[in-house]
Nanobody, 121 residues
Framework: VQLQASGGGLVRAGDSLTLSCLASGRTFSSYAMGWFRQDPGKERDFVAHISGSDSRIQYADYVKGRFIISRDNAKNTVYLQMNSLKPEDTAVYYC???????????????WGQGTEVTVSS
């Protein structure tokens, strides 16, 4: 599976932004998909994940109520809608694919290249 993340950019605090992650291959629906974020020199932190078939969803506490993860299996795409953005949301965001949902990065077998999100105050 190859993943390509897009949609990052520079926004102001309080703005919204939607990230997309396009997957190659015919088995996209069988993969759980996750979004993580990473600051330079730090670990990759869990943001949200969604299962492949039954759309089980989990969010990190610091984005709960602000971010929405969704997927369109017909388009091989997973989305991360980010609302009420804060400066502390600034990071490089990565999408990952795994055999089952998980909140730790080592569970993910495939990663996109990352898309940078910068939130100014």
């Amino acid at each position: 599976v190859q993943l390509q993340a897009s949609g990052g950019g520079l926004v102001r605090a309080g703005d919204s932004l939607t990230l997309s992650c396009l997957a190659s291959g015919r088995t996209f629906s069988s993969y759980a998909m996750g979004w993580f974020r990473q600051d330079p020199g730090k670990e990759r932190d869990f943001v949200a994940h969604i299962s492949g078939s039954d759309s089980r969803i989990q969010y990190a506490d610091y984005v709960k109520g602000r971010f929405i993860i969704s997927r369109d299996n017909a388009k091989n795409t997973v989305y991360l809608q980010m609302n009420s953005l804060k400066p502390e949301d600034t990071a490089v965001y990565y999408c990952g694919a795994a055999k089952d949902v998980g909140s730790t990065s080592f569970r993910y077998d495939f990663w996109g290249q990352g898309t940078e999100v910068t939130v100014s105050s």
